[in-house]
Each structure stands twice: as structure tokens, then as C-alpha cells.
């Protein structure tokens, strides 16, 4: 009696053969996990985790978006980042990339510094396999599903906040109808299907004003990260088809059956009117989570000088920078801010939840 021996993986795939070992997996969805393409928008809590997950995973390109830089409080539950990355200002795409070399040198991996807006989303998003949300904030959010469902690409809705989050996956109908999940009937209704406008400012919870449990956040990003390899592979059929949310503090998990199909009249996914995308709805300002700060955003295509504009901000208090960004502290009005300034001209005002505020420490330290 012979025994056969199972010949070891290729050398390049060796270091997934754990994984391949999985139902679903095998060498030739490796293969093909090898040649794709992720696009998480947002590096945050959740982006990190799901970074790390898939860069671990192998997918073959990663791309990295996110407007804000490493602070102190990020480093509770934002898995990429350490100390060093806060002394030195680092953006958290940027630091993210450099992190996720060090684990998998063979995934492509592009950082973005940039706020996801009209003008530049076609660009950053094109070609994404899968679009994987690390947001903040739902005007984003139904910016990136107003995309997904143009270009009838996958896009993975997470959330998470205090002690619970939630995540869904939006397997769009397609502009020509013909995208392998429509062709098994598997479409899924779309976030405007659910939500149809951005909750008004105030109205919802964020970190700032209820606090996050890191694990609820890695816990979410872990099961987004799931569903993103199951998309990835072509795994269609275990794509989950419920809303999950869980409650880690409280013990509850709960799947939410949505509709099996788009919701009839949905603006987005029915009646194909992408107002977040065309700029037809949307705030213009944005105060970001977990700080009391205000983003000012300039017109596209905009170009500083980040040395110059340091020079002339030592007058007025103490100023560090590097290559991505300056930031410089100083009062304004009797009041103390902080101003980081990005390559591009866009800026987050610290020390004000007031966009006139914000503008006005904009224009006399920066410029209109």
C-alpha cells in the first residue's frame, strides 16, 4: 500500500496554505484574491482593522483613503498606529501603508491623503473590486454607495460606536444588469434603500459624544473584512443577505432581514439619481469625529506651499511639519486653535464645532 503526499503550494502562495485550506479558498481563489483590488475609505477604527486583515489575506491591491492624521486617542482602538506615528504628525493612510509593507511585501498598497469628495472619486475608486467603508459619517457613506451603485460595485456599509455596530453588505444592480451576483438574483437593496437622506447633524451618536469600545470596532471590521474576501473570491452564495449588528457590552447579536430586493422607487438604485455624487445634496462642511474640529475643504486641484505658510505661522505660535502636512498652534480671538494643513489646501480647524469659525481662522492664517 502506497500513501500520496500532497505536494506543498507553490512558493508564492505558501504563506496562505492555512488559509487555502478553507472551504471556498483552495489555490485558485488564492490566485485570484492575488490579482484583486480593495479600496477601504477610511483608516481608522474600522479601516485599520480591515487593512490589516486583508493585507494579511493577500489581496493583491490595496488602496488606502483617509483625511486625518494619527492622534493620541486614535491608538484605544486603531491597530496600525503607535506612538511614534503621532509624535511625527503622520496621515493615517500614509502610516498605514508603511505599517502593511512590513507584513505582506508582496500586496500593492497606495496611500491617498484626501477627503473622498465628487471631484475626485472616480479616481481613487476605479477599478475597486470591493469598497469597503471605515467612515465617520453617513454623507460620506452615501457618497461611496451612490458610487458603487452607478459602477455596480460591491460596497460593504460598517458602522460602529459606544458598545455596538453594525455592517451590511450592498450588492448593487448593475447599470447593464448582467454582474455575476445579479445573474444568481442575489442584488441587494442599496443604503439609500434603508437610509434615504444623511440623518441632520446632532440627530446620531458619534465617538465623541458616546465613546467607542475598541473590540466592537475590530469586531465589525472583522466581519466586513469576511464578506470583502467571500466578494473577492466569488463566493456569492455566502454573502450575508441581513443587516448585523451587535452589542459586545450587552451580549446581543441580532441579524436584521432587509428586503430581499431594492426598495421600488429607491432614488439611488431605482430611479438612478446619484445626488450625493453630483453634488446635489451634501453639507459642504464637515466636523470630524472624536474632537471638537471643523474640515475646510478648497476648491479641487489646489496646491499649497507648506513651507511658506510655515514661515509665515511662526509669527503667530509654534509650528511643526513634514512632508504630508504643518500644524501650527496659536490663539485666534482670545481663543486657542490648531490648524493642520494639508498638501492640497485642505485644513482641519481644531478648537470649534462652528464652520464660520473654522472658515474665518482659514482665510487669516492660510488665505481665501
Not at 492624521?69 to 504628525?89: H, I, K, M, P
Not at 428586503?259 to 445634496?281: N, V
Request: glycine content about 8%; aromatic content about 6%; hydrophobic content about 40%.
Amino acid at each position: 500500500m502506497t500513501s500520496s503526499v500532497t505536494a506543498p503550494p507553490a512558493p508564492a502562495l505558501g504563506r496562505y496554505h492555512r488559509q487555502m485550506l478553507l472551504p471556498g479558498f483552495g489555490e485558485e481563489a488564492q490566485r485570484r484574491l492575488l490579482t484583486s483590488v480593495a479600496t477601504i475609505v477610511g483608516c481608522g477604527a474600522l479601516g485599520s482593522v480591515i487593512a490589516d486583515s486583508l493585507a494579511r489575506a493577500g489581496v493583491g491591491e490595496l488602496r488606502l483613503i483617509d483625511r486625518d492624521f494619527v492622534e493620541l486617542t486614535n491608538l484605544q482602538r486603531q491597530v496600525l498606529y503607535d506612538e511614534s506615528d503621532v509624535e511625527a504628525g503622520m496621515p493615517k493612510a500614509e502610516a498605514a501603508r508603511r505599517r502593511l509593507e512590513r507584513i505582506n511585501s508582496d500586496v500593492r498598497i497606495h496611500a491617498h491623503v484626501e477627503d473622498l469628495v465628487p471631484a475626485n472619486i472616480d479616481r481613487l475608486l476605479a477599478g475597486s473590486g470591493v469598497i469597503l467603508d471605515g467612515l465617520d459619517n453617513f454623507e460620506s457613506r452615501l457618497l461611496l454607495n451612490d458610487y458603487a451603485v452607478r459602477h455596480g460595485i460591491p460596497y460593504i456599509y460598517a458602522a460602529a460606536v459606544g458598545t455596538h455596530g453594525m455592517t451590511f453588505d450592498v450588492l448593487p444592480t448593475s447599470p447593464g444588469g448582467d454582474a455575476p451576483w445579479e445573474e444568481l438574483e442575489l442584488a441587494t437593496p442599496c443604503l439609500r434603500c434603508i437610509y434615504e437622506e444623511a440623518p441632520p447633524p446632532g440627530m446620531t451618536p458619534t465617538c465623541d459624544t458616546a465613546g467607542v469600545l475598541g473590540p466592537v470596532s475590530s469586531s465589525i471590521a472583522l466581519m466586513a473584512a469576511v464578506e470583502a474576501l467571500k466578494i473577492l473570491t466569488g463566493n456569492w452564495a455566502t454573502v450575508r443577505r441581513e443587516m448585523t449588528h451587535v452589542d459586545l457590552w450587552d451580549n446581543t447579536f441580532r441579524g436584521f432581514r432587509l428586503a430581499e430586493t431594492p426598495r421600488a422607487g429607491c432614488p439611488c438604485c431605482q430611479e438612478r439619481s446619484f445626488d450625493y455624487l453630483e453634488g446635489r445634496a451634501g453639507s459642504g462642511s464637515t466636523s470630524l469625529c472624536g474632537r471638537r474640529a471643523v474640515q475646510i475643504s478648497p476648491p479641487p486641484d489646489q496646491v499649497v506651499d507648506l513651507v511658506e505658510i510655515a514661515r509665515r505661522l511662526e509669527a503667530h505660535g509654534e509650528v511643526t511639519r513634514n512632508r504630508f502636512l504643518l500644524r501650527a498652534s496659536f490663539d485666534f480671538r482670545g481663543e486657542p486653535f490648531e490648524l493642520t494643513l494639508f498638501r492640497d489646501g485642505r485644513a482641519i480647524v481644531k478648537g470649534t464645532q462652528e464652520p464660520e469659525v473654522a472658515r474665518r481662522v482659514y482665510a487669516q492664517y492660510v488665505g481665501t
